[in-house]
């Protein structure tokens, strides 16, 4: 979630239905990942119109594309109309469409509602927009950011956390950060809990905005952590990017240290994902 947005509402009946729709005799084979420019993990997405480059996005309940992209491929208006937008940098309603008969590689994907974009979600403007939890739902998968593959595997019982995103329990300086996984960020973001437990950089390059998918702006300061861990994932030395971001309150999580962990963090790690209808399960390891 970063640049781009988390479509929180509406989402469990797409997820409910994704359960059901995802349901293949055999396994597909793996789908290949490219990089885009800003570190985007980016699947290809073969539609009856075209073919969609998405970036793969664990941190957004709900698919969403740019509205180039959805007059590309003429889509119609979803029966749902439209719906809530929780970007990092606050909320607002967009239109959404449907999007029928995609494929992820040999896998036949659920009819999807994204939401409508202004913008593409990668600072160069080259993505069609972003694939969410809703188009993996009901499935376990594997995403190999090392070999740059995202795999299909058997899913497995696990007892999901209290949120809906994939979330895990991590340390930063030795001290207890919820981390929420996502690959839709290219630099990880912290609320100002997680702030107050690290160094200050001195310079004046230190300062930052963080820009959502809804074009605001909210002024951040990079700060450095001397560790990170979260299950197998360990760093040394990193810089996050501290905001006061409107979504760590949606999600309940500005009295407590949390973060986002994106592409700068969980970059070649393997990333096991089950997604169950009644949440998300993650663990991330390094090869």
Do not use: K
Not at 10 to 23: D, E, P
């Amino acid at each position: 979630m970063a640049g781009r947005a988390s479509i929180l509402a509406a989402a469990a009946a797409a997820l409910a239905v994704a359960v059901l729709a995802l349901c293949p005799a055999a396994l597909a084979d793996p789908a290949p990942l490219s990089r885009g420019a800003d570190g985007h993990a980016v699947v290809a997405l073969s539609t009856p119109s075209g073919t969609l480059h998405l970036a793969l996005d664990t941190g957004a309940e709900a698919s969403a594309l740019t509205e180039t992209a959805i007059a590309r491929l003429d889509l119609a208006p979803a029966p749902s109309g439209s719906a809530a937008l929780t970007a990092l940098t606050g909320q607002s309603h967009v239109n959404r469409y449907t999007l029928a008969g995609a494929q992820l590689g040999t896998l036949d994907l659920p009819e999807l509602s994204p939401a409508a974009l202004a913008d593409a979600p990668d600072s160069r403007g080259q993505l069609d927009g972003f694939l969410g939890l809703d188009a993996l739902a009901g499935r376990g998968w594997r995403i190999d950011l090392a070999a740059n593959r995202l795999e299909l595997i058997p899913g497995q019982p696990c007892a999901p956390g209290a949120l809906s995103l994939p979330a895990i329990e991590g340390e930063i300086n030795g001290r207890t950060v919820l981390v929420i996984i996502d690959t839709g960020l290219a630099g990880s973001v912290g609320n100002p809990a997680l702030g107050r437990q690290l160094s200050r950089l001195p310079d004046r390059s230190a300062r930052a905005s963080i820009i959502g998918a809804d074009g605001e702006a909210v002024p951040a300061r990079i700060m450095r952590a001397r560790s990170f861990s979260a299950d197998g994932l360990v760093r040394r030395n990193v810089d996050i990017a501290i905001a006061g971001l409107p979504v760590f309150e949606a999600l309940g999580l500005d009295g407590r240290p949390a973060l986002f962990a994106g592409m700068d963090l969980l970059d070649m790690s393997v990333i096991t994902l089950n997604l169950t209808g009644e949440g998300a399960c993650v663990a991330v390891d390094m090869p």
